[in-house]
């Protein structure tokens, strides 16, 4: 049997929601301005999905909420997604995509790829290249916003797996334009329906920087002759003892080590269990 599509059709569901679903996003400070801008848009936007749009600039909030109107169940989700994209600092004629069908959108926490601050700037300015940017949008077919912390992206289901693969194999060193490169050659076959393994013609790339070669540090073994100090010499030869200044020395020595042990004496002796 064919298979059919399910065609969504609101004349179908004639009685409202029984409970108000609501969802409230934070935002940063700096977005007010645009979104004083914008906000006129944002509201028509979500009026015509018959969702309840509500911005508070004094608490840097954004909320949606379903309305007696609404008769789609998955259009609050989708709503939620939005804002968040918005509270991100996605353009709104980008993040307005997320209501049509057939759109996803995610969020990659980018900051907890990298090992440090330094590799993750680096690798982020890597990224950021125009030439690459514009390319993985072009051939992903995605929206994509690299944040301080995250990177957002809006596309369909195919093309945000494919962004959302670029973007996190580049912040584990690999560099983007070999994986764009692999990316048009996979959209090549694809095309072509060419048939069997594709890893023949996939490009192998190999690392041609030379690693730095370290000594290796001898740990844990004692050096095989251990010079005499000067005092070792002299006492061998006997002129240690020929100075008074040691003599003297070697005295207050002893004395201290028979106090010492006088001291041990009387702390034991406390110790001792008394005779019944």
């Not at 801008?37 to 949606?64: G, P, Q």
């Not at 690798?123 to 957002?152: D, E, G, H, M, Y």
Request: charged share 40%; hydrophobic share 35%.
């Amino acid at each position: 049997m064919p298979k059919t599509e399910f065609v969504y059709d609101e004349l179908k569901f004639k009685n409202k929601f029984l409970e108000t679903s609501e969802f409230e996003v934070l935002f940063p400070k700096h977005r007010c301005k645009y979104f004083e801008s914008v906000e006129k848009y944002i509201t028509k936007a979500l009026e015509m999905k018959k969702i309840k749009f509500e911005i508070d600039y004094e608490k840097c909030t954004m909320k949606v909420s379903t309305t007696h109107l609404t008769r789609d169940p998955y259009i609050i989700i989708k709503a939620n997604e939005m804002i968040q994209l918005l509270g991100k600092g996605l353009l709104l004629e980008h993040a307005v995509k997320i209501l049509d069908d057939g759109m996803l959108s995610d969020i990659v926490p980018i900051h907890m790829l990298a090992s440090s601050k330094k590799v993750f700037e680096r690798r982020r300015q890597r990224l950021l290249n125009p030439k690459i940017f514009n390319s993985l949008q072009l051939i992903t077919k995605c929206n994509i916003l690299i944040a301080n912390k995250t990177a957002c992206i809006v596309g369909d289901h195919r093309g945000l797996n494919d962004a959302k693969k670029v973007i996190i194999r580049c912040f584990e060193n690999s560099h983007p334009a070999f994986e764009l490169k692999e990316l048009i050659i996979k959209k090549k076959l694809l095309r072509d329906g060419e048939e069997g393994d594709w890893e023949r013609f996939l490009p192998k790339i190999k690392k041609t920087h030379s690693k730095r070669k370290t000594k290796s540090r001898i740990t844990g073994n004692m050096p095989e002759e251990i010079r005499d100090r000067k005092e070792d010499i002299e006492m061998k030869t006997g002129e240690f003892y020929k100075s008074d200044k040691n003599l003297e020395r070697m005295k207050s020595l002893e004395e201290r080590r028979i106090k010492r042990e006088e001291i041990r004496k009387k702390r034991a002796e406390r110790f001792i269990a008394p005779e019944e």
